[in-house]
């Protein structure tokens, strides 16, 4: 009976910035559990490489080429992928950006682009989906957060990406209060570092990974797979009581 909640078959899901990293991992996740899937990014050819790949793990999986950083993109890419997918039941928000910088020398066009991606769009992307998931009356939503919403990093600054987290999790909160009674689940997971292309800089260079992975507990950076495992978890029927919860993946970074 339990294995049984974890399956997506006969579902529709949808997982932006899905080309690569916690995205893809995602993706193989929700489509390995029997749903068929969308996947998005900017950049087509990383993105129809990836949707082949899951094709050859036997997923079903299409890809759209989309930027959500603004409403009206981020608004069509979710009903493009609703029309060709015949329905959406699962949206997996991933698509995300980080950005360097200390606070005084920050452009206001790094600001922007930060916040237009990871929250802006993001809620965009949520407000589609929620039309839809009104109308049929079910959905799970699962936002990808970051500890970097309840924590300032070290050694990186970056507050434009922290607040755009911090973000993300007080609007999946929001978000699961006004649906909850539309059978409409929307969570967040939280990670701390994760091997992605996004972390690669960094875990490479010894100072920042001495402190980002002498601070994790567990002395170790995360895989997209782990991320993803728990993003499936939310997105099922094993989660069918949870809503409104960040879920934290971080090795225990956030325990101090
Ligand atoms: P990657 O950089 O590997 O992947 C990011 C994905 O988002 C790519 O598919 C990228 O494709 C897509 N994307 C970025 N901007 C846009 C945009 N404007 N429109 C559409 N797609 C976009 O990063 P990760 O896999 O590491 O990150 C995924 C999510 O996880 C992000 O939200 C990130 O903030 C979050 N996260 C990551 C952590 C980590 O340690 N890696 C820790 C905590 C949270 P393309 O560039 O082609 O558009």
């Given at each position: 009976m339990y294995a049984e909640l974890f399956r997506l078959d006969g579902r529709t899901a949808f997982v932006t910035g899905g080309s690569r990293g916690i995205g893809l991992a995602c993706a193989?996740?929700?489509?390995?559990?029997?749903?068929?899937?969308?996947?998005?990014?900017?950049?087509?050819?990383?993105?129809?490489?990836?949707?082949?790949?899951?094709q050859g793990k036997?997923?079903?999986?299409?890809y759209l080429p989309a930027d959500l950083s603004t409403e009206k993109a981020?608004?069509?890419?979710?009903?493009?992928?609703?029309?060709?997918?015949?329905?959406?039941?699962?949206?997996?928000?991933?698509?995300?950006?980080?950005?360097?910088?200390?606070?005084?020398?920050?452009?206001?066009?790094?600001?922007?682009?930060?916040?237009?991606?990871?929250?802006?769009?993001?809620?965009?992307?949520?407000r589609a989906a929620l039309e839809r998931m009104v109308a049929a009356g079910r959905g799970s939503i699962?936002?990808?957060?970051?500890?970097?919403?309840?924590?300032?990093?070290?050694?990186?600054?970056?507050?434009?990406?922290?607040?755009?987290?911090?973000?993300?999790h007080m609007l999946t909160k929001s978000l699961a209060g006004e649906f909850a009674q539309q059978n409409i689940r929307i969570n967040a997971v939280a990670p701390g570092y994760i091997e992605t292309a996004m972390t690669r800089g960094g875990l490479d260079d010894p100072e920042w990974s001495k402190i980002w992975l002498?601070?994790?507990?567990?002395r170790r950076s995360g895989t997209p797979s782990e991320v993803a495992a728990a993003v499936l978890f939310l997105a099922s029927d094993a989660a069918s009581y949870i809503t409104g919860s960040v879920l934290t993946i971080d090795g225990g970074y956030t325990i101090h």
């Amino acid at each position: 009976m339990y294995a049984e909640l974890f399956r997506l078959d006969g579902r529709t899901a949808f997982v932006t910035g899905g080309s690569r990293g916690i995205g893809l991992a995602c993706a193989e996740a929700l489509g390995e559990a029997g749903a068929t899937v969308a996947l998005s990014s900017r950049s087509r050819d990383e993105g129809e490489a990836a949707a082949a790949a899951l094709q050859g793990k036997g997923i079903r999986a299409i890809y759209l080429p989309a930027d959500l950083s603004t409403e009206k993109a981020a608004q069509e890419a979710v009903r493009r992928a609703a029309d060709e997918l015949g329905g959406l039941d699962i949206l997996v928000n991933n698509a995300g950006i980080a950005r360097h910088c200390d606070s005084l020398a920050l452009p206001p066009e790094t600001w922007d682009e930060v916040i237009a991606t990871n929250l802006t769009g993001l809620f965009w992307c949520c407000r589609a989906a929620l039309e839809r998931m009104v109308a049929a009356g079910r959905g799970s939503i699962v936002n990808v957060g970051s500890i970097s919403g309840f924590i300032s990093n070290l050694p990186q600054n970056q507050v434009a990406y922290n607040a755009s987290k911090a973000g993300v999790h007080m609007l999946t909160k929001s978000l699961a209060g006004e649906f909850a009674q539309q059978n409409i689940r929307i969570n967040a997971v939280a990670p701390g570092y994760i091997e992605t292309a996004m972390t690669r800089g960094g875990l490479d260079d010894p100072e920042w990974s001495k402190i980002w992975l002498g601070m994790t507990p567990m002395r170790r950076s995360g895989t997209p797979s782990e991320v993803a495992a728990a993003v499936l978890f939310l997105a099922s029927d094993a989660a069918s009581y949870i809503t409104g919860s960040v879920l934290t993946i971080d090795g225990g970074y956030t325990i101090h």
